[in-house]
């Protein structure tokens, strides 16, 4: 029988003293010490030749009452097969010891691995935690450092801005003055002329008036001249108008005279029938 030995590197774990396992390990170590000593001297007993072994081993004295050969048999044989099977007992406990400590051994390595695993989780999230605190200090620290710069800026804006505002009022203000400057000058300007464009309208209306009375004059005088001219041209068409009846009642006169002649005339020379 040979039970498995790892190298102590293998299990240097178990041997740190702050593991959690470590005095379960370390009785677990006695027990496999004992257990190879005697593992080894049942390999040396197998090894050893059935003499040297009825050597070491002191056998068992027969009781007085066997007599015959066949008895001695009898009891060498109940003595061999009751030996062989506290030796089978022996290494079934042996193994079943084996088995036991192997179990021990993978459960304190597996809850070791989970106690690794679980430190090794819990380094990572203090640090992650610690991660994050930094990242939120430096978060606040730069929000700070944002939030007084833009206070300076807009302190700074705001100067600048009141100094621009302030220039613009007296711009504003002294262009206001010299507009009103202007605009009286503008209105006295515009009262003058307006003023000398009444007096120029009232010469031109007065130059107007005289002017339509002259017209009226010139057209009264006019009419009066036509109306006598008139007045003398139908004095004349009507003579002439007399004159011309006469003469065309003279000439009708005459022309029927003259034809009543010729019908006479004619109305003679035809035959009677």
């Known amino acids: 029988l040979k039970f498995p030995i790892h190298s102590q590197s293998s299990w240097s774990w178990l041997w740190h003293p702050k593991s959690v396992h470590h005095t379960e390990y370390i009785v677990i170590l006695q027990t496999l010490k004992s ?13 050893e030749p059935s003499v040297t072994r009825a050597m ?3 056998a068992a004295l027969p009781p007085p009452e066997l007599h015959s050969s066949q008895d001695m048999l009898a009891w060498k044989r109940e003595y061999n097969i009751r030996l062989r099977e506290a030796e089978w007992k022996r290494r079934q406990e042996e193994l079943l010891t084996q088995k036991q400590v192997a179990w021990q051994i993978e459960r304190c390595e597996r809850e070791n691995r989970l106690q690794a695993a679980r430190e090794t989780r819990r380094r990572e999230m203090l640090e992650k935690r610690v991660h994050s605190r930094h990242m939120e200090v430096d978060r606040k620290y730069k929000e700070r450092c944002r939030n007084v710069e833009i206070e300076r800026k807009h302190s700074a804006w705001e100067e600048k801005e009141n100094a621009r505002l302030m220039e613009m009022h007296s711009a504003a203000k002294e262009a206001q003055k010299v507009r009103e400057e202007v605009l009286a000058a503008d209105k006295a300007r515009l009262c ?3 003023r000398a464009a009444a007096h120029d309208r009232a010469e031109a209306k007065r130059h107007q008036q005289a002017l339509d009375a002259k017209r009226e004059e010139n057209i009264r005088k006019r009419e009066a001249e036509r109306q006598r001219k008139a007045a003398e041209e139908a004095q004349k068409l009507k003579k002439d108008h007399i004159a011309h009846s006469s003469k065309i009642v003279s000439e009708f006169t005459e ?4 034809h009543l002649l010729g019908a006479r005339h004619t109305t003679a020379e035809l035959p009677v029938s």
């Open 255 to 258: 022309r029927r005279s003259s």
């Open 56 to 58: 070491t081993v002191p």
């Open 35 to 47: 257990t190879s000593l005697s593992c080894n001297m049942v390999r040396a007993e197998d090894d």
């Open 192 to 194: 003058e002329e307006q």
